[in-house]
């Protein structure tokens, strides 16, 4: 990837990381700020501002309840009882605030997931198949970032599995050692591991927080209703005894009212929130799990970590490709002649198939002159064995003649 790609890559990305001292807008992968040259710390998470709308959000919805719907159009005298008071009121406001913060904490909860689960696409995996260089390191997070904008994953700067990622290939320009690499894995887990729990701190202060209103409602109205009847006693006299028993009996019921409905109001309203808080905590561990996991499998096998691997490859690559070319000039230059044996060839062989006809008669015909010297050398040999008896009988007469005249 050349200078001026790298540049257009940049500018596609646009800004993405505030300087915390200047607030200027900077690259991803700048290390410092381009105003201010200060370093660039990423921007510190966004649980307090989720905390502040949460509580906006339970106080509004706290005053339409009470103020202007539903609770001036309830005509029943129960209902009434259950959520009057201010302990009641302080609860309802603080269930209201515990369930806008888990709200938050969801969708933070789905962006996170989706830049997971853009990091588990086949491209992206292809990408990192083939290796990733100490020299590359800018670039690979360049397109990384590239590739999440293409997939319209929103705020991915701010993701777990991003920032692992990010921190993991800058620590492998700066250390490229296996073991390096590896313990700052773990490290980052930790981490991550740590700041998902304490984001759940505000939750499990309200988790015990609610309850613990709900019994001080309970031991306030136990109180009022004791100091009521006390009031009884101490004002008590003979004369009309009716009235004052049934007007000490109001205050003792209306405080045990105000004790009981506290206690009610506080654990039916935290027990929405345990659900929903150990919930969304038991898929928060799982992600991470899993962002462990592609670090594990996809990211560190894929990582080069000594500069010389990358001298090694390169000095393959390019002997590869010397070889290559000398095997194209090579087999460009047989290629003419192969081409001409092959033209001989196929004019030998139609040669050879008009000379098979003569070759087979001259092979007949050879058979044939064959035959008949057979049969003649035969004649003769018969011819010869029918002449010897007579020769050998002339023989004979010539010797018994020649004795008889040596007789006389």
């Known amino acids: 990837m050349s200078g001026i790609q790298v540049k257009k890559i ?20 700048a290390a410092y700020c381009q105003n201010c040259h200060s370093y660039l710390a990423e921007s510190p998470g966004i649980e307090a501002l989720n905390s502040f709308k949460s509580l ?15 609770m001036p159009l309830i005509r029943s005298e129960y209902w009434q009882q259950l959520f009057s008071g201010r302990i009641s009121e302080t609860i309802f406001a603080l269930v209201l605030w515990s369930i806008f913060l888990i709200y938050f904490k969801w969708i933070q909860f789905r962006q996170q997931h989706q830049t997971y689960a853009a990091f588990r696409n086949q491209l992206l995996h292809d990408s990192f198949s083939n290796g990733i260089y100490v020299k590359d390191v800018d670039e690979r997070i360049l397109e990384i970032s590239q590739f999440l904008q293409e997939q319209k994953v929103k705020k991915f700067q701010d993701s777990i599995i991003f920032r692992r990622v990010r921190r993991t290939l800058r620590h492998l320009k700066a250390i490229p050692k296996k073991e390096e690499i590896t313990s700052i894995l773990n490290y980052q887990a930790e981490i991550d591991h740590n700041r998902m729990q304490s984001s759940y701190a505000l939750l499990n202060v309200f988790i015990w927080a609610i309850p613990i209103l709900g019994f001080i409602g309970t031991v306030f109205g136990i109180g009022q209703s004791i100091g009521e009847f006390s009031d009884f006693i101490r004002s008590t006299n003979s004369t009309d005894m009716n009235t004052q028993i049934r007007s000490a009996l109001g205050g003792v019921t209306s405080g045990l009212s105000i004790a009981f409905s506290t206690t009610f109001i506080a654990l039916v309203g935290v027990v929405p929130i345990m659900m929903l808080a150990s919930s969304l905590r038991k898929r ?4 991470l799990l899993s962002v462990e996991e592609y670090c594990l499998e996809d990211l560190l096998p894929n990582l080069h970590l000594r500069p010389g691997d990358e001298l090694l490859d390169d000095a393959v690559t390019g002997q590869l490709e010397q ?11 047989v290629s003419p002649v192969l081409k001409s044996v092959e033209q001989y060839s196929k004019g030998l062989a139609a040669q050879v198939r008009g000379l098979q006809p003569l070759i087979q008669k ?5 058979f044939e002159a064959k035959d008949e010297m057979g049969e003649i050398k035969k004649v003769e040999k018969n ?17 018994m003649n020649n004795s008889k005249e040596s007789n006389r």
């Open 10 to 29: 940049i500018t596609q990305i646009g800004q993405q990381m505030k300087c915390l001292k200047c607030g200027w807008s900077n690259s991803d992968t």
């Open 56 to 70: 906006i959000l339970g106080v509004f919805f706290t005053g339409i309840f009470y103020l202007v719907f539903p």
């Open 284 to 287: 928060e561990e799982d992600l």
């Open 323 to 333: 070889m290559a070319d000398f095997a194209e000039d090579w087999r460009k230059q």
């Open 362 to 366: 001259f092979s007949e015909s050879l």
């Open 383 to 399: 011819n010869e064995k029918s002449a010897s008896p007579k020769t050998e009988d002339l023989q004979e007469e010539g010797l």
